[in-house]
């Protein structure tokens, strides 16, 4: 099954990081992979998500990560709007849950 998981993900055209509960990059779907190609591309995986983002945007993540360790029906939390090639794009961040409901990273 976790070949199906990885060609959904992969096949998406929205970029797509997913972080350990560390906030270690652990895959990085191939869209992410070239949006993020000026960062690192691929060589970000196996590094923390805040070594590419700035001190906002760390405050940002870890108030959600924060909210989705405290709050297990919450899952997704939209962060803000961002301009990729000249289209407004939703960005959210998504709590990924282990079958008992424990937080085991997000994307």
């Known amino acids: 099954m976790p070949d199906f998981f990885k060609a959904v993900v992969d096949a998406d055209d929205a970029p797509i990081v997913i972080c350990d ?11 992410a ?20 983002h700035n001190e906002h945007s760390k405050e940002i993540i870890l108030s959600v990560f924060e909210k989705f360790l405290n709050d297990p029906s919450l899952n997704k939390v939209y962060t803000y709007t961002k301009n990729w090639d000249n289209e407004d794009t939703d ?10 409901g424990n937080l085991i990273g997000y994307y």
């Open 33 to 52: 992979v070239k949006l993020y190609a000026k960062r690192g591309g691929a060589k970000l995986i196996g590094q923390s998500i805040f070594d590419c």
């Open 91 to 100: 960005v959210y961040i998504v709590a990924l849950r282990d079958a008992t």
């Open 21 to 31: 509960v560390n906030h270690i990059i652990v895959y990085m779907n191939p869209t």
